[in-house]
């Protein structure tokens, strides 16, 4: 089993061009002596949309790690796949985003079910976790209807982790469960159960990726209960280190947080749970680099803010259509966004404003920045000259790609300041 590091940051790039300026924050952040592990993302529904291949991304943080002499671990994540689609990312990822969550609610057999509570009556009752304020207190029908919900997704976890075993070696890669793409939370006894369910199927998980509570909007703050939160994220954190102790899971395990960019309110309390249980997390941040790079090309004025406008245009066009496959994970105020006859108007600075993910900013407009995070594919359809752009304003794009993950994200999380 290949392990994942107590720090990681998954550092996704759309069009495979920032990795050195995300790999230079790193660096930053292990001068500062918090060793931060790398992992760059890309899901089967980016590369498909942008008609990228997984081999670009892994050519993109290879060459990265050469140039700036990165001599640490890293790691190329095949985010989000499942049986379909893990067979493209088996000669290049070391590091598979098992996506179960279209499972979740489906029933695995009745002798699947009566198997899996036979073999843990440690579940039923009341159960002692050691750093939980009370215990949890379970019946058999209130298990039995958590392991009907989540059973039969972790035993196709297995199936996918089993097919990747056998075809690349168990030693050469990295196992996340996620099942954050689904409607309900889960609290932290479905965590639990889900949890014993991996240790059953023999999966040497790395990280867990489960749907929190409240909203991880993509690329900006967290929309919920803070407080509730950090409650939750703490007790998830008591749950693995038990799991890890009486089912023998990898000890390295730790919580994976997906559109983990941007959530600057929960960055605190998430580094206080970690101190104070001395956990690590791994972090996914992939949308707020494309991000930056519209920042980059609006700074670099001249071709590069009429290539970012544009994009505005077209996405505005398009709205509909770029946001319905993200509904669950965006609140866009139709009438925030700026008419783009009226946005040709502005300047850069007016541009950079508005997208810039400044809270404090009275010009920051969330609903430009969540509509622009959705319109990567204008971009994609722009083909070279897109990618003109990004050379030819390479240099404002890395500074505000190295900027935004270093102080607004690495800062807050791993250094504390
Ligand atoms: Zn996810």
């Excluded at 799991?243 to 309390?269: E, N, T, W």
Aim: hydrophobic share 40%.
């Amino acid at each position: 089993m290949l392990t994942l590091g107590k720090y990681s940051l998954g550092v996704g790039d759309r069009f495979a061009h920032q990795a050195e300026a995300q790999l230079a924050a790193l660096m930053q952040a292990a001068q500062q002596g918090v060793d931060i592990v790398p992992v760059w993302n890309k899901s089967h529904r980016e590369h498909t949309t942008i008609g990228s291949q997984p081999a670009d991304t892994r050519r993109a943080a290879d060459a990265a790690v050469q140039t700036l002499a990165w001599d640490k671990p890293y790691h190329v994540d095949a985010d989000h796949i499942n049986l379909d689609t893990v067979d493209h990312y088996l000669a290049t990822s070391d590091f598979y985003t098992i996506d179960v969550a279209d499972s979740i609610g489906k029933s695995a057999s009745d002798d699947a079910v009566s198997a899996f509570i036979d073999r843990h009556p440690e579940l039923i009752g009341t159960i002692e976790i050691p750093g939980l304020e009370e215990p949890f207190v379970t019946t058999k029908d209130s298990i039995e209807k958590i392991v009907r919900g989540y059973l039969q997704a972790v035993q196709e976890a297995g199936v996918i982790y089993r097919h990747i075993e056998t075809k690349k070696g168990s030693n050469e890669f990295i196992t996340e469960v996620s099942m954050d793409e689904t409607d309900c939370p889960q609290k932290p006894p479905e965590m639990l159960v889900i949890l014993v369910a991996i240790a059953d199927e023999g999966i040497p998980i790395q990280t867990i990726a489960p749907k929190f509570t409240g909203r991880f909007n993509k690329g900006v703050d967290y929309v919920g209960d803070v407080p509730q939160f950090a409650k939750e994220f703490e007790q998830d954190l008591a749950v693995l280190a038990h799991a890890i102790k009486r089912y023998g899971l990898p000890s390295s395990l730790k919580l994976s947080v997906h559109s983990g960019s941007d959530k600057f309110s929960l960055y605190q309390p998430i580094r206080d749970c970690l101190q104070k249980c001395d956990a690590g997390v791994h972090v996914k941040t992939a949308g707020t680099t494309w991000l930056e790079e519209l920042i980059g090309l609006a700074e670099a004025d001249g071709e590069g803010l009429v290539i970012a406008k544009e994009i505005y245009a077209q996405a505005y066009a398009a709205a509909d259509q770029l946001c319905a496959p993200y509904a669950s994970v965006i609140d866009i105020d139709a009438s925030k966004l700026p008419n783009p006859d009226q946005l040709q108007a502005w300047t850069s600075e007016q541009f950079i404003l508005a997208l810039r993910h400044d809270p404090t900013c009275t010009q920051f407009n969330p609903s430009l920045r969540q509509l622009l995070h959705v319109g990567y594919k204008v971009a994609a359809s722009m083909d070279q000259r897109y990618l003109e752009g990004l050379e030819a304003c390479k240099e404002s794009i890395a500074k505000n790609v190295t900027e935004n993950l270093y102080q607004r994200h690495i800062v807050p999380l791993f250094l504390g300041k």
